[in-house]
């Protein structure tokens, strides 16, 4: 169910992007997601009963796991459960499953670059293949500013230590507004105001791409 | 189609049978005729008879049309004022009122007891719900036995009660399973296909030798044949059916009936 | 009747100030509450601070030490910033070890003093490879009133502007640290990052410096924060409501204003603890 895509924006590209949905047995929605050399596996549990500290009376409640590669998950990975969790939840319609327990683990197989941006396509992707009800989708999308002011998308690894700046947006598919940013570095307002334009503009490749990885999948039965 | 022509809405006829995302928005005929009053939507221009839409899971109505809240494949079901539903590959069962399930008792609380159904939340089932059950006559049902009833009571803010007889009283098929046979889950979208009418997979396995089947919507299924070797042939072609394509299927029963 | 009528329908409560363009404490949308701000407060740190903005009171103490450099940054010190929510604070927060609020916060200002770049590390640095400063800026909410974020960068900024470091040298022969205590030097503050939040309200209206009560119902949060040449160190929108381009661009503006504000208070405040 791997799809291959390059897509040219400018002059920047996304580096190859592949997804495969549905490849673990257990949990009722997976996907792993793949960015060039970034790849992260994501599981979904839910709706699943939920313990009675963590019930909410109105809605879902949402648990973001993020496993790191090595070792074990320290406040970085604590800060971006957070930017995570409140993303998901922005877009999923938890009101109509209250009192039960969602939990979604992201466990990083390889972090080449765009790392946040790669967890929240996958993210996405295991909710959508769970059948969760979504009022929305969202992807994520990375933008590096280069030290002679040039912006790059979806920079790798070494393109990131490089930069001056980077910027991770998670875009939503309506009417493509910010639901979730977070900057590394600093840089002038027009820069970022530049970026997230790019980013709305990479969006529509993400999500067509979301499309035909459905599509792929649902052309099994 | 582009992804941008997606948000400012498609025609639902269009897209019936073709995979749609959450935040997709569908529009109705009744909306570009400009002729939406209010729930009542007219599905034919014309007098043609009006009814009203039903909106059927993975769908919210928004304003203008239907938004789509569930990745899947869109269908729709003509007559009356039409239906339109999202056909989606999901594992995890949430109760709905009026589906068969089969639950597996996990404890007995006095005058009810707790059914695994898969759900959020365990199912209850009242010891009289079952077919000519009083108070003296109470059932037997053990911790363990699988069960094969009928959502009573199932919405999200209520737990789900369950129930083994119909309207009238009678079990019509209902109640414990019989001992041996065996329990598998398989995914909710294979369920809905092998209880479709007329379903072919059901109709060559039947012709291979006599066996009990038990489907219930919450994706389990129960299998008797008359020797377990028979039994988990089937268990196996079933389990096999959601990634095998009609053609397959057919070449792979050929070859169990030449045997 | 009022309060009744807050208990049982908060969120409607609130709609019904909004729409007259202010707040049920009187505030309007784009003001913050009476920021003050004590520096020095705790004698035995290096440098502290403490914050007041409405109620939600943050104290930052600053404590150095002298450690070696990590071997693959020879020339470079440290920073441990840490913020913590004791269960004192709110009702919320339960003790042992930190909430996922308090690392996310913790995280945050971390990113704050490496983006803004406020203290190059490398001035923390005493000999190369051998001696370094390193500063713990540990911060503590006592009174949490929402706005958790904007109170401790200030809190953090303040403290920072109060270190005195005393001036260490390294004997040649010995190859022993000598520390002067009489001769102190204030820390070299590059940058001065200042942070703005935002609370969501109805995915469309803006408040800013939101209380807990506001924070609660509200649908999202978005903090900025800049420096004085009006630079973004930080963006960090955490999920929540959807925002476009052009409302981001509202909260960017606003927060250079802020900034402005911030400045001209901590100056008045230096100057004024500042011996003539």
Known sequence: MAVEMEVADGQCRLRPFSCELGLLSRPDGSAAFLQGDTSVLAGLYGPAEAKISKELPDRAALEVLLRPKVGLPGVLERSREQLLRQTCEAVLLGVLHPRTAISLVL????????????????????????????????????????????????????????????????????????LMATTKGSCSVEEMQQCLAAAQRAASTIFQFYRDSVRRRYSKN | MAAMAMERGTAAEALVGQVVLPGDLLLLPAHYDEDAEGERLRLSAGTAPQGRLLCGPGLRRSGAGLLVTKCGLLRHRPGGGGAYWVDSQQKRYVPVKGDH??????????????????????????????????????????????????????????????????????????????????????????????????????????????????????????????????TLIIVNILEACEYMTAEQRKQALAKLSGN | MAAAFKTVEPLEYYRRFLKENCRPDGRELGEFRTTTVNIGSITTADGSALVKLGNTTVICGVKAELAPPAVDSANKGYIVPNVELPSLCAERFRSGPPGEEAQAASQFIADVIENSQMIVKEDLCIANG???????????????????????????????????????????????????????????????????????????????????????LATGTVTIVTDEEGRLCSVHKPGGSPLTGAKLQDCITRAITRHKEVKKLIDKVIKSITPK
């Open chain 2, 101 to 230: 399930v089969i639950g597996i008792v996990t404890a007995k609380a006095g005058d009810v007891f707790r059914l695994d159904v898969g759900g959020s939340e365990p199912a209850s089932l009242s010891y009289l719900a079952f077919e000519g059950a009083t108070k003296r006559n109470r059932p037997n049902v053990q911790v363990g036995d699988l069960i094969y009833g009928q959502f009573v009571v199932a919405n999200k803010d209520m737990e789900p009660e369950m129930v083994c007889i119909d309207s009238s009283g009678k079990s019509s098929g209902m109640g414990i399973i019989g001992q041996d046979g065996f329990l598998f889950k398989v995914s909710l979208g294979l369920i809905r296909k092998l209880l479709a009418p007329k379903c072919e997979i059901i109709q060559e396995l039947s012709q291979l030798y006599p066996f009990e089947l038990v489907l219930g919507m919450n994706g389990r299924i129960w299998v008797k044949a008359k020797t377990v070797q028979q």
């Open chain 1, 107 to 178: 466990q990083v197989l390889s972090d080449a670059g765009s790392l946040l941006s790669c967890c929240l396509n996958a993210a996405c992707m295991a909710l959508l293949d769970a059948g969760l009800p979504l009022a929305a989708l969202f992807c994520g999308v990375t933008y590096a500013l280069q030290p002679d002011g040039a912006i790059l998308l979806d920079p790798t690894a070494r393109q990131e230590q490089e930069a001056r700046a980077v910027l991770t947006f998670a875009i939503a598919s309506s009417d493509r507004k910010v």
């Open chain 3, 130 to 216: 051998k001696l370094a400063w390193v500063l713990y800026c540990d911060i503590i909410c006592l009174d949490y009133d929402g706005n958790l974020l904007d109170a401790s960068v200030f809190a953090l900024l303040a403290a920072l502007k109060n270190v005195q470091l005393p001036l260490v040298t390294i004997n040649e022969e010995t190859g022993l640290s000598e520390v002067n205590l009489k001769q102190k030097n204030p820390l070299i503050i590059r940058k001065h990052p200042v942070a703005t939040s935002f609370a969501i309200f109805d995915d469309t209206l803006l408040i800013v410096d939101p209380t807990a009560e506001e924070e609660d």
